[in-house]
């Protein structure tokens, strides 16, 4: 009787734990607000934020950033030009209907096609054929052998699963939304708020924890700030590090961690005197990492390699680079000899956004002590991108988002045909090493090739690799299970309760 | 005002909006930077094809002028077009945008009018007091302070002291009237505190001028009472002023006050177009600016007939 008691309190604590768990209603603060709902079409960080908590792709990030199953209950790389994906059963669309194989050949057609414009049509250039094997797997045929590459694109907001049905019958998806992720969006008023709700079929068990959230758009950093001390939100993303000082550990808890978007120094590698390698290298040496994630991030954040030190096991570290121990003597050493013993002058591009400005600022006074000269440009966040896409500029300072494929992180940006090589860099054998690591399957010689990549890219940095900064949000202390990926997605809302 | 003055008045204020839009129209599209430019963000993931069938779409591949026209035909047709970033239409944004704005800009000509009439009065009857030189040192402070300042310092002070009390979550009136006018408290107040002060100094010198009128000696002498005199006699006759400058500050905040929208997260009509400008969206900032343009028009209308309620000699004709 005594041990039938105690199995009975056990169970009875368990539940009470689980039962603890389920149910609540979440106000979070966002900075920006969703341009544009359709998952195939967005491009804008806060339309991904939304839309990878209402669709789901055939896979999706793990907490460590690795590749799980989602839609996909499977996935096997055949050999290095086949994928086959099993599609989960009992599946179903937040209008009810359930998902099936039909629906998933349907979104890939959808994203292939060119009229569409979708941004992952560009991932998925090198797809042969997609096809339909027996009514639950999928196949996809690669022109190159680079399955394990194209694997993490499966898991991006752009490449959802929608309903061919609910598609075909007229509606926009820029307006409407019917995935199949843990929440459906059940309201949205412009400029206002966005209301997710629980989808009670979600295919996970138990999952999501909470019944509603209400993302509301905070643009400025004080409200966002005032809003969760005065408990108008339960947590708030903030962007200035000295503003988590306001928060007293114990009744708010501060999440932070590394991302893997970077800040970067771009160069036009065609003008003068950029079109030396050399002086580009000698810029390296010139540079104070650390002394910018002081001054500008206070101390949140870590300095990158070409790849975030967080992408194992591709990523070389900071400290595998001569270039990245400071030293002004040798940067001026190496400047007389590409024939600049004075320096010369230059113009930064930059805007005001996400603290470009002061990395500028701080990269002009530590470019002045070796005698460079550098003029920054300010302009309007439209302007830059104008000037961006047509290569106008000696240099210019942002932010790239990272990755944790290092093809997807290098192809685009450092082939000599990469869709985003603005620097007009141009080597053969980083083409021939991108090909190279594109196509090998065996996971040593690919890291080899992008060891060697690497060193080859900080040597002749058509892009000066800075820092990462620490994401940061705070919630209040009933909040539970929120976790922050490197990637700066939000799909652990799917696992957050309120206490 | 006879119904003839009135449609003169409009007719006449056509051009004056259209002028006002094309100019915005032709600056919009030479600032650098279009709307597929913002799409596409930094990433470069369409071909060039794409790009300009996009450009086709849009219609942006034809010459300005051309585009004007085409968008002036379609407002005639009542086509008053999409956002080209949302797809959601330009006339449903404006129908969901200009009521907060609305409400706002009347909260705050109400602070600013308790605020700032009554202590100009004061000013204006106890001149070179002390009380006068508090309250224009007052008004100085007011006139000099940035709207971000005073908004952050008021979102500071209240957020620590009133627990409860709600600063942030916008809901319309018809969902929670009170939590409505709590949301709207701070920013009406941070605006009509700004706005006061110049109210102040215009209702102080207005009434000092009639003050030293020969009528008001002639009032003071048949033994008008001193507090009819002073609402009456005085203030009546000094308020032409004031409502010209109250007009003029109304337009100013109907246009949408960016800053303290942005900064209390209200869904107004300044951070409507302040986004619609970021992104280069183009028919929503035409047709948004071309609604300002008209609520500005209908004001002054509004502003001169309210001129002849207040002085039987103005006739509008």
Known sequence: MRKFLLVFLTLLLAVGIFAQKLGGKLVIAMETEPVGLDPHLVTAFASHRVLENVYDGLLRYGENLQLVPNIAEEFQVIDPYTIVFKIRENVKFHDGTPLTVEDVLFSFERILNPDTKSPAAAFYQDVESIKAI?????????????????????????????????????????????????????????????VLKKNPHYFVKNQPYLDEIRIVFMPEEVSRVSALKNGDVDIAKINEPLNVKQFPEGRFKIYRSPVLSYYLIGINTKRKPFDDPQVRNALNYAINREAIIKTVAFGEGVVTGPLSPMVQPWALLPKDFDEYTYNPTKAKQLLAQAGYPNGFEFEIVTSQRYNFDKVAQVIQAQLAEVGVRAKINLVEWGIFIKRWRESDFDAFISMN???????????????????????????????????????????AKRKEIYDELQRLLVKESPIIFLYSANQIFVSNASVEGFKLLPNESLIFLRETYKK | MSFAYLLRRILTSIPTVLFVVFVVFIVIHLVPGDVVDMMLGTQNYLTKEQIEQLYKQYGLDKPLIVQFGVWLKNLFTLNFGTSLRTGRRVIDLIFDRFPVTLELSVLSMFFATVIGIPLGIVAAIKKNSFVDGLVRVIGLIGLSSPSFWVGAILIVIFSGTFKGFNIFGYVHLREDFLRNLQVMFLPSLTLGLMLSAQIMRMTRSSMLDVLQQEYIRTAKAKGVSYSQLIAKHALKNALIPIVTLSGIQLGYLLAGTIVIENMFALPGLGRLLLQAVNERDYPVIQFVVMFIAMLIVVLNILIDFVYTLIDPRVELR
Request: charged fraction near 20%.
């Open chain 1, 134 to 194: 027996g009514d639950n797997r999928i196949e996809f045929k690669l022109k190159k052998p680079m399955a394990s590459a194209l694997l993490p694109n499966f898991a991006g907001v752009n490449s959802s699963i929608v309903s061919k049905k609910f598609v075909e019958s007229g509606k926009n998806l820029q307006l409407e939304t019917n995935g199949t992720g843990p929440f459906y969006l059940a309201e949205y008023v412009p400029g206002n708020y966005i």
């Open chain 1, 401 to 443: 988002s990272g990755s944790i494929e290092p093809d997807i992180q290098f192809y685009r940006t450092f082939h000599s045909k990469g869709s985003t090589n603005v620097f007009l860099y141009s080597n053969p054998r980083v083409d021939e090493l991108l090909e190279l690591g594109r196509s090998t399957v065996d996971t």
